[in-house]
Structure formats: C-alpha cells, structure tokens
C-alpha cells in the first residue's frame, strides 16, 4: 500500500514570495490534515478534510495560507504572502474514516519550507 | 481545551537499557492517547494508542505505554532500546467529539552504543 506522497520535500523562499505544497493520500482515505511543525515542537494542525469539505480551519491563518481538497482526493497548501515565522515543515496526513477522533492517522514526509 | 506536557526535551540512554519517556495530559473529559515516532527527515508514525479498556498497551517496536487516569499520565517505556530507536517521541491527545489532535513539544530519544 502507497502511503501519503508529499511535494516538494524541500523549499527556499524569499519572504512575500508564495509557495505551494501538494499532498496525495492513502487510497480511500476520507480524512486529510494539514499541519505545521515549527522546529522544537509537535505538529499543529492547520486544516482538516472530510472528503472535499472543510471540517476545521480554525488555526489556519486565513490572512496569508489557503488550501483546497478538489474530488475529496489530493490537496494544496498555499502561503501567499510569505514570512519569516512560516519556516517549518509542513506535515500532510490521511486516515481512513470519517469519525476521526481516535482513529490513525498516516503522515508524509513532510515539505521543510525556508523562508529566508 | 486539552494541553499534553512531555517533560522531557532529551533522554539519553544506553544501547540495551530500558527506557521511559514521560506524557501527562490534562482534560476535563475523556481523552484518546497517542504516541508517536518520528525519525529524521520523516513524517510521524503511530506507535501505539490507547481508546478504552486496558490501561497497558502495546506497540510497534517493543514499546509500551500505561494510561493513568489518576495522574493524566500516558508514559512510554521500553525494556531495552537499540541505535535504531534514536528518534523524536510525541505524545498527542484528542478528545471525544472532537477532531484536533494536541501534540506535546517531542522528546528526542538519543541511543548511544
């Protein structure tokens, strides 16, 4: 089983610059999550996906990122503008089931993004 | 709002020595528990986690946890690491009805030969 497929797994940017990152799910994977992870600390959830609907986007900072799951499948991040304080990695991660509560969640590799 | 504290930034340890990375939660209602592992340049790969029912619970890679209710707490232990386990631990919790996981701030797990 392919598990979730993450692009580009590096990038440098200019601040002001935009960027976008992709992410392509586990097969059948209803769920899709979006999270930031600032070097030292655990990930924070950025938005979630139900199928191509938003669950929660409540810690996503609607100013300067945006995202979209077009057919409840693959998924973009964007960052336009970007600044300093979004250098991080940029986690994408897929489970199975709707109720997501206490279900497993399948993470990529991630996409490190520098803003310099 | 939940919030997960590892108490420890960095463990190291001893090739073969046993080890326990420490998670207290805190909640005002029933929680779901989670372990995680995260190695270099890689995205975070469930280890272990606890819904209901027994208090000890198994994982991959010989890891184990205990769910104490009591104390909030959701301690990680090994009986005897390996090299291969030098990597990044995070504790996250979600609560019922609710889809955000918190994670707690990692503990790096370094294993010197």
């Known amino acids: 089983e392919a598990g979730v497929a993450q692009s580009p797994r590096y990038k440098i940017i200019e601040k002001r610059q935009s960027v976008a990152f992709w992410c392509n799910p586990i097969s059948g994977h209803a769920t899709l999550y979006w999270y930031q992870q600032i070097l030292g600390q655990g990930p924070k959830l950025l938005i979630q996906?139900?199928?191509?609907?938003?669950?929660?986007d409540s810690q996503l900072p609607k100013d300067r990122f945006s995202a979209e799951r077009l057919k409840g499948v693959d998924s973009t991040l964007k960052i336009q503008p970007a600044k300093l304080e979004d250098s991080a990695v940029y986690l994408c991660a897929s489970s199975l089931v709707v109720t997501a509560e206490a279900d497993t969640q399948y993470f990529g590799p991630g996409t490190r993004l520098t803003v310099l | 709002a939940q919030s997960v504290t590892q108490l420890d930034s960095q463990v190291p340890v001893f090739e073969e020595a046993p080890v326990e990375l420490r998670c207290n939660y805190s909640?005002?209602?029933?929680?779901?528990l989670f372990w995680y592992v995260q190695y270099p340049n890689q995205g975070l790969q469930l280890l272990l986690k606890y819904l209901s029912g027994s208090t000890l619970v198994k994982g991959i890679n010989g890891f184990e946890a205990e769910f104490n209710k009591s104390q909030t707490s959701f301690h990680l232990r090994k009986p005897s690491v390996h090299i291969s386990d030098t990597a990044e631990y995070f504790c996250a919790v979600t609560r019922g009805g609710s889809y955000i996981p918190t994670f707690g701030r990692g503990t790096s797990l370094i294993v010197h030969p």
């Open positions: 909640s005002s209602v029933s929680v779901y």
């Open positions: 996906f139900q199928n191509n609907g938003v669950v929660d």
